[in-house]
């Protein structure tokens, strides 16, 4: 493995996304929901950036394509354990998150037992529900150094969170679809 910027950014995804739960260990809050939301923001951005920087450098390796996702979801993971506590498990946040991160250990489940089988490539959906997932995430991070505990920030972002567990459900469906319609395939070859 060749250590590119690109694969340094990914990395460092990997490296953030325990450190935005961290950070409410060790910082009062409001400085920790800072903190947490500009760790997440920076990951966020780095995740575009990595893939960008990779193909334009003509640096797309193995081990930033298995490495990639893996960032992705633990920083989902770990960013959406952190709110449903911040929210002191509240329904509006902790179902959507509850959805999102079934879909996603789902999914990822799904491209493992499907490895090497190209039906589950990226679709315009996905990168929807991801953008919405970061913004939903971020928000709601930020939402935490706000004074009032139902400022319009939190209010948006539960909102914008809604809606990227509803894209999740969605695109969620639509990978184990086009992931059953190959296995039966595939069965049916035997």
Same mark, same amino acid.
């Given at each position: 493995?060749?250590?590119?910027?690109?694969?340094? %950014?990914? !990395?460092? &995804?990997?490296?953030? #996304?325990?450190?935005? *739960?961290? +950070?409410?260990?060790?910082?009062? &809050?409001?400085?920790?929901? $800072?903190?947490? =939301?500009?760790? =997440?923001? !920076?990951?966020?951005l @780095? /995740?575009?950036?990595?893939?960008?920087?990779? &193909?334009?450098?003509?640096?797309? @390796?193995?081990?930033?394509?298995?490495?990639?996702?893996?960032?992705?979801?633990?920083?989902?993971?770990?960013?959406?354990?952190?709110?449903?506590?911040?929210?002191?498990?509240?329904?509006?946040?902790?179902?959507?998150?509850t959805? !999102?991160? +079934?879909?996603?250990?789902?999914?990822?489940?799904?491209?493992?037992?499907?490895?090497g089988?190209?039906? %589950?490539?990226?679709?315009?959906?996905?990168?929807?529900?991801?953008?919405?997932?970061?913004? #939903? =995430?971020?928000?709601?991070?930020?939402?935490?150094? +706000?004074?009032?505990?139902?400022?319009? $920030? @939190?209010? *948006?972002?539960? *909102?914008?969170?809604?809606?990227?567990?509803?894209?999740?459900?969605?695109?969620?469906? /639509?990978?184990?679809?086009?992931?059953? #319609?190959?296995?039966?395939?595939?069965?049916? &070859?035997?």
């Open positions: 493995m060749r250590l590119t910027i690109p694969n340094t %950014l990914t !990395i460092g &995804r990997v490296v953030a #996304a325990p450190l935005v *739960a961290f +950070v409410f260990l060790v910082l009062a &809050r409001p400085l920790a929901d $800072i903190v947490a =939301f500009l760790l =997440f923001t !920076i990951a966020g @780095s /995740d575009f950036l990595d893939g960008w920087l990779a &193909r334009r450098w003509g640096q797309v @390796s193995a081990f930033g394509r298995m490495l990639d996702p893996i960032a992705d979801k633990a920083m989902i993971a770990v960013t959406g354990a952190v709110l449903v506590g911040l929210f002191d498990l509240s329904a509006g946040v902790t179902i959507p998150v959805v !999102i991160l +079934v879909r996603e250990t789902l999914v990822s489940g799904l491209r493992e037992y499907l490895k089988a190209r039906v %589950l490539d990226v679709t315009q959906l996905a990168k929807w529900k991801t953008t919405a997932q970061m913004i #939903a =995430f971020g928000a709601l991070l930020l939402a935490g150094a +706000v004074e009032a505990p139902d400022n319009w $920030i @939190s209010v *948006a972002g539960i *909102a914008l969170l809604w809606l990227a567990a509803a894209l999740t459900a969605l695109s969620g469906w /639509d990978y184990f679809s086009k992931g059953l #319609a190959y296995m039966k395939s595939e069965e049916e &070859r035997i």
